[in-house]
């Protein structure tokens, strides 16, 4: 038996602000790359299908599966993870807040992907009402439990980042 090897390539991933060369297979899923090669555990692969959203990052600050792009094919964006959604001083950023203080993390596995999917949310309704709440979350799959407390994180991360917003009145 011999083995083969797979061609790889040389990539740039701007990730989080910075910027990572990686050497990888052409097949290499950014999910994948993110937490392999990059070490950043935070992106989650579930299903992977695309389905159930655990994998969910920010690319250009749309939220896209992780899972459904190649390594290769990423380098031409500004990819956020969870890790990325943090402040500036280390702090929790509106969203994480939110889900800490409404109790919306569950076991966790699922909640990076709330993250993003929540962060690029708030940003394009800044004033979701329940129901845009649960439609902005749809594409996310939480086994845990009920949504109830991530429905309530989403409207309480909106205010957060309102009150953070400059030029706001806290």
């Known amino acids: 038996m011999t083995a083969t090897t797979e061609e790889t390539y040389d990539v740039r ?10 050497t990888v297979p ?9 937490r392999h ?3 950043l555990t935070g992106t989650h692969v579930g299903c992977e299908h695309g389905v159930c959203g655990a994998c969910t990052i920010l690319v250009d600050g749309e939220p896209m599966r ?12 500004e990819i956020t993870t ?4 943090t402040n500036a001083d280390g702090s929790l950023g509106p969203v994480q807040q939110a889900f800490k203080d409404c109790h ?11 993250l993003t ?3 690029a949310g708030i940003k394009e309704n800044p004033e979701p009402t329940d129901d845009d709440a649960r439609e902005m979350i749809a594409g996310n799959l939480c086994r845990c439990t009920g949504y109830q407390n991530i429905v ?10 309102r009150d953070d917003a400059p030029g706001s009145a806290q």
């Open 26 to 34: 052409a097949r290499r899923l950014l999910s994948d790359a993110l």
């Open 152 to 161: 309530k994180a989403v409207t309480r991360a909106a205010e957060i980042a």
């Open 82 to 85: 969870v890790e990325g959604l």
């Open 104 to 114: 919306g993390l569950q076991c966790g596995f699922c909640t990076p992907g709330f």
């Open 66 to 77: 992780a899972c459904l792009l190649l390594a290769v094919a990423a380098q031409e964006y």
């Open 117 to 119: 999917t929540i962060t």
């Open 13 to 22: 991933l701007r990730v989080n602000g910075m910027a990572y060369d990686v």
């Open 37 to 39: 090669d990059l070490g």
